[in-house]
């Protein structure tokens, strides 16, 4: 891959400018629409409550930051935990060069913003690795330095004279960061992709070719997508945090296009896993979070990214539902004024969302690739949380039994797990009968469960595309 020239990002009055002007693929350019409609470059189009939103979310965020300032040095210096610094660097970042926020230019960050840059260079190895989550370990590394990547480009586009020893710094780590990240290996699937998108960022500040050559290589193996859609770990954790973003991000900065099919495949079946107060189902997933409970929110840039580029009403449902809804629903691992940088960073994300269609709402959904069945009868979907108006229970005794019997002829009686939904005790493939489990939609699991039941009804031994198990 030939290295690409420096990408020019969009920050502080600069990214002002951009939003103003972003238009979605296929149509006409921005120039075009704003001569048509008798309007500057600077006069277009641009979703105004939603970037009011993160704006808002993101300034109220600041204390929170400067407050917890240090504790978060402290996980950095004994613990190594590099993440969290990154993390509160890009929220401080993001309010610092936005010509709206309220931080806009403030004085007052450059001093947390200088600590935390300063202890994140003091705590990178000399191969410019990092020890969060393992000892020096590229892919945990990945995490941070994507983070710091945009960050840079920010502060970069903004050019204040404030951050210019900021800037300096992150100079450093990042590419100190180049050498580990382009030799080094990975633990799990996902992280090829997650080093992949660090490699990127940095190559399009100093292209480098031996960046786009491991980049080269990781995507050489194949995306280990099922033709489900559903990526090998079928985690709502791994695929909204890591392999969307990433596979987003490879396709921006290193002009890969055909990756967004990937995304959009993977939203697609998203869909049929969705209940109506924003959970997602994770009974089939194949990392810790099986047993936990995951919300849309992080899903929110992928739907509106999709919506935008493809014009796909369902996916401007999902992602005008997750802003509608704002400050009132659950955040996992990203707050929602951590978007904020998302968006400066990626202003096309920020034009109006093409008219919704209505998200599935009755449909029976069988992944063969990851044994999961979901069926939906007569609920509202995911835009309202209130109870299905159907009485009808969709618990299928032909797909799944709702109760099974133990060997002595005593009925099996389900284990209560979230919100008081019951779930069967769950058997491996090769130890007895197949597993699954059901929620009602009737008869006292109450709105947690809406118009949805979930049957898994056995272990996928098919590998997905890409060869990764």
């Known amino acids: 891959m030939t290295p690409l020239p420096r990408r020019h990002l969009l920050a502080g009055t600069a990214a002002a400018g951009g939003l103003l002007a972003v238009g979605a693929p296929g149509d006409a350019s921005a120039e075009d629409r704003a001569s048509a409609e008798g309007r500057g470059p600077a006069g277009g189009r641009v979703d105004k409550p939603f970037l009011a939103l993160l704006t808002e979310a993101a300034d109220a965020r600041v204390a929170e930051v400067v407050d917890g300032l240090e504790t978060v040095l402290g996980q950095l210096n004994n613990l190594g935990q590099a993440r969290p610094a990154a993390r509160g660097l890009r929220l401080l970042t993001s309010v610092h060069v936005w010509g709206d926020a309220a931080h806009h230019h403030d004085g007052a960050l450059i001093a947390p913003m200088t600590r935390l840059v300063d202890a994140l260079a003091a705590a990178q190895f000399d191969d410019g690795l990092y020890d969060q989550g393992a000892v020096h370990s590229p892919p945990d590394t990945a995490f941070s330095i994507v983070d710091l990547g945009l960050v840079y480009g920010l502060l970069d586009a ?8 900021i800037r300096a710094t992150l ?4 590419l100190k960061a180049g050498k580990g990240l382009s030799t080094g290996g990975v633990h799990t699937p996902n992280h090829r992709w997650k080093v992949c998108a660090a490699l990127a960022r940095i190559n399009s500040f100093w292209p480098d070719a031996r960046y786009t050559r491991r980049i080269d290589a990781w995507l050489a193996e194949g995306v280990d997508r099922y033709d489900s859609g559903q990526y090998s770990e079928r985690s709502a954790t791994y695929a909204p945090i890591v392999t969307n973003p990433s596979l987003l991000t490879l396709a ?9 099919a990937h995304v959009r495949r993977n939203l697609d079946a998203t869909l049929h896993l969705l209940e109506p107060d924003g959970e997602v189902e994770t009974v089939h997933s194949r990392r810790q979070d099986q047993k936990t409970v995951k919300h ?6 992928q739907f509106r990214a999709l919506a935008l580029r493809e014009r796909d009403g369902r996916f401007a449902d999902v992602a005008a539902t997750i802003q509608r809804r704002g400050a009132d629903q659950t955040f996992d691992e990203t707050p929602l004024g951590d978007f904020l940088a998302e968006v400066l960073d990626h202003p096309e ?3 109006p969302l093409p008219d919704a269609t209505a998200t599935p ?7 063969k690739d990851c044994g999961l069945v979901r069926i939906a009868r007569g609920g509202r979907g995911p835009r309202s949380s209130a109870a299905p108006t159907s009485p009808t229970s969709t618990r299928s005794p032909r797909v799944c039994p ?3 019997r133990s060997s002595s002829g005593a009925r099996a009686r389900p284990s209560s797990t979230r919100s008081g939904c019951p779930r069967s005790s769950s058997r491996s493939a090769t130890s007895g009968p197949r597993t699954w489990s059901a929620r009602r939609t009737a008869g006292g699991c109450g709105p947690r469960c809406g118009p949805v039941s979930t049957f898994r009804c056995r272990r996928s031994t098919a590998a ?3 060869g990764i198990r």
């Open 171 to 174: 100079k450093r780590i990042l």
């Open 464 to 466: 997905p595309t890409g």
């Open 252 to 260: 921006r900065l290193t002009e890969r296009p055909a990756l967004h």
């Open 349 to 351: 994300l920020a034009a």
């Open 158 to 165: 903004d050019g204040h004279t404030g951050t210019r020893a």
């Open 296 to 301: 849309l929110s992080e899903y929110w840039m």
């Open 361 to 367: 709402t009755e449909f029976t959904w069988h992944d």
């Open 402 to 404: 709702p109760t099974r």
